[in-house]
């Protein structure tokens, strides 16, 4: 079997990856816990209203401590990459490991991403296309997600002139 890539992404992105992920999870918490309290609050004969209320909340705790806490660190070990003159691998993945070998004659495309999240912390995503769909690189330093997406166009419209 092949060796893991070699280049890491910025550890800055573990407290990206925190931040967004308890936007998220608050966000669908509140859509979820507030109908039930509402219920619960207006009519307190409905005793299941405050059952269910309690039942999303002690999940909301569970849920955040686990994708704020635990997986952060997991998920930025096991995340890889590595730009040779051939291709792009991208290694990602805590439970289902996947394997993307992009070789850069199939490359149409590339270009850097970042939201509000992203830039607070000075990083950006590098994003290569191919017709079979993208493939992102997240949290790289902005300087270094530039010179990757440079350096990956020059070697996609290298091996396009090859052929």
Same mark, same amino acid.
């Given at each position: 079997?092949?060796?893991?890539?070699?280049?890491?992404?910025?550890?800055?992105?573990?407290?990206?990856?925190?931040?967004?992920?308890?936007?998220?999870?608050? /966000? &669908?918490?509140?859509?979820?816990? *507030?109908? =039930?309290? %509402?219920?619960?609050?207006?009519? $307190?004969?409905?005793?299941? #209203?405050?059952?269910?209320?309690? /039942? &999303?909340?002690?999940?909301?705790? *569970?849920? =955040?401590? %686990?994708?704020?806490?635990?997986? $952060?660190?997991?998920?930025? #070990?096991?995340?890889?990459?590595?730009?040779?003159?051939?291709?792009?691998?991208?290694?990602?993945?805590?439970?289902?490991?996947?394997?993307?070998?992009?070789?850069?004659?199939?490359?149409?495309?590339?270009?850097?991403?970042?939201?509000?999240?992203?830039?607070?912390?000075?990083?950006?995503?590098?994003?290569?296309?191919?017709?079979?769909?993208?493939?992102?690189?997240?949290?790289?330093?902005?300087?270094?997600?530039?010179?990757?997406?440079?350096?990956?166009?020059?070697?996609?419209?290298?091996?396009?002139?090859?052929?």
């Amino acid at each position: 079997m092949r060796d893991m890539p070699a280049s890491q992404l910025n550890p800055r992105i573990k407290n990206a990856w925190r931040i967004s992920d308890a936007i998220w999870i608050v /966000i &669908v918490f509140l859509c979820c816990f *507030v109908p =039930f309290a %509402l219920v619960s609050a207006i009519a $307190p004969e409905e005793e299941w #209203a405050g059952f269910v209320a309690l /039942i &999303v909340a002690v999940a909301f705790a *569970v849920v =955040f401590v %686990l994708c704020v806490v635990v997986l $952060p660190p997991i998920r930025y #070990a096991r995340w890889r990459y590595e730009l040779t003159p051939d291709y792009l691998d991208i290694a990602r993945g805590i439970f289902w490991r996947k394997r993307f070998i992009i070789p850069f004659i199939r490359v149409q495309n590339t270009d850097t991403r970042q939201g509000p999240v992203l830039r607070a912390f000075g990083l950006a995503s590098v994003t290569v296309a191919t017709a079979a769909g993208e493939h992102e690189i997240p949290g790289l330093a902005i300087d270094e997600a530039d010179l990757l997406r440079d350096r990956a166009a020059e070697l996609a419209r290298l091996a396009r002139e090859d052929v």
